[in-house]
């Protein structure tokens, strides 16, 4: 069973930067692909980022490229978001993802955090 802890979530104003992290247990997070995704006040969740098990390769949503770039360390069994460039709405709760497929991890992920609050505010 793999568990999935966010972290580096909190309030910050619009323009700055928050970087997110998602610890990896009970298996190697180099077995997975790792993806973010967010779900703000009265919407769906979407797909913000992911990267494959070797972090060769990234794909992004529209709306963060540019600003957001993911990226992990699978010695220390960790994925990160780093956010720049923040606007109001990019305001919500964000959760980190695994998938052992790589297209997979962009739609219908196995394993879920709990989620992590950003908050952006003028």
């Known amino acids: 069973q793999v568990s999935l802890v966010e972290s580096g979530g909190g309030l910050v104003q619009t323009g700055g930067s928050l970087r997110l992290s998602c610890a990896v247990s009970?298996?190697?997070?180099?077995?997975?692909?790792m993806g973010w995704f967010r779900q703000a006040p009265e919407k769906g969740r979407e797909f913000v980022a992911s990267i494959i098990q070797s972090g060769r390769s990234t794909w992004y949503a529209d709306s963060v490229k540019g600003r957001f770039t993911i990226s992990r360390d699978n010695a220390k069994n960790t994925a990160y978001l780093q956010m720049n460039s923040l606007k109001s709405e990019d305001t919500a709760v964000y959760y980190c993802a695994a998938d052992s497929s790589t297209a997979d991890v962009r739609t219908r992920p196995n394993y879920w955090g709990k989620g992590t609050l950003v908050t952006v505010s003028s």
């Open positions: 009970g298996r190697a997070s180099s077995l997975y692909a």
